[in-house]
């Protein structure tokens, strides 16, 4: 049983368009972030929800919007995608007050 | 802020060796520290975790690391290296809003 799914695991784009990424999670969890992983490794958190409210949002584009229609879900929507949004994304989840996360397999997106 | 450094980005040892990788973090409190592997094309895995108590904690797969408050160290080590523990590591401090900040990351690559 996968605790923390993602879809796709890869996904390659063009410049400008517009593509989703969705999370999963089986673990019976009521918070779920994103993070995403450079091309030189570098793990940064992008957001978080707690029982579907955004609770950490970083510096991070508005062309990227999360959304979590309930919480076992958090999707990645990204508008007007750039070249530097070349990265693996990561999803993952916990307990609210716990600090174990469990992630997913990640998403290789590749703009071209 | 919390932060976490790991010096060497890049560690070679020979299988059956052992393996020693280092972690300092920067936190005003006592921290919650964490190491997980990432195996090539994989999702992160908690390897351990410290929370309180005992400063050297047991892992899975026979890691283990040792909090050092005093030299603000959580280094991660395995008294006998396998090839299939070739994988990058990664070094985390839990944040004050629950997130996960992450060091860069040390990759291992296994001689045989």
């Known amino acids: 049983d996968t605790a923390v799914s993602q879809t796709p695991k890869y996904l390659v784009t063009q410049m400008g368009n517009d593509k989703s990424i969705k999370c999963e999670q089986n673990?019976?969890?009521?918070?779920m972030y994103w993070y995403k992983q450079d091309s030189k490794k570098f793990l940064k958190i992008m957001f978080s929800?707690?029982?579907?409210?955004?609770?950490i949002n970083e510096t991070v584009p508005n062309r990227f919007s999360p959304k979590s229609p309930d919480k076992a879900h958090l999707n990645l929507h990204i508008n007007s995608l750039e070249l530097g949004d070349s990265a693996v994304y990561f999803c993952?989840?916990?307990?609210?007050?716990?600090?174990?996360?469990?992630f997913g397999p990640g998403t290789r997106l590749t703009v071209t | 802020a919390q932060s976490v450094t790991q010096p060497d980005i890049h560690i070679t040892v020979s299988e059956g060796a052992s393996l020693e990788l280092r972690c300092n973090y920067s936190?005003?409190?006592?921290?919650?520290l964490f190491w997980y592997v990432q195996s090539p094309g994989q999702g992160l895995q908690l390897l351990l975790k410290y929370f309180s108590g005992d400063t050297l904690v047991q892992g899975i797969k026979g890691f283990e690391a040792e909090f050092k408050r005093s030299q603000s160290s959580f280094n991660l080590r395995k008294p006998s290296v396998h090839w299939s523990d070739a994988a990058e590591y990664f070094c985390a401090v839990g944040g004050i809003r629950r997130d996960m900040r992450f060091g860069a990351g040390t990759r291992l690559t296994v001689k045989p």
């Open positions: 673990l019976g969890h009521d918070t």
């Open positions: 936190y005003g409190a006592t921290p919650y």
């Open positions: 993952a989840s916990s307990v609210l007050g716990s600090y174990e996360q469990y």
């Open positions: 929800y707690n029982n579907k409210e955004l609770i």
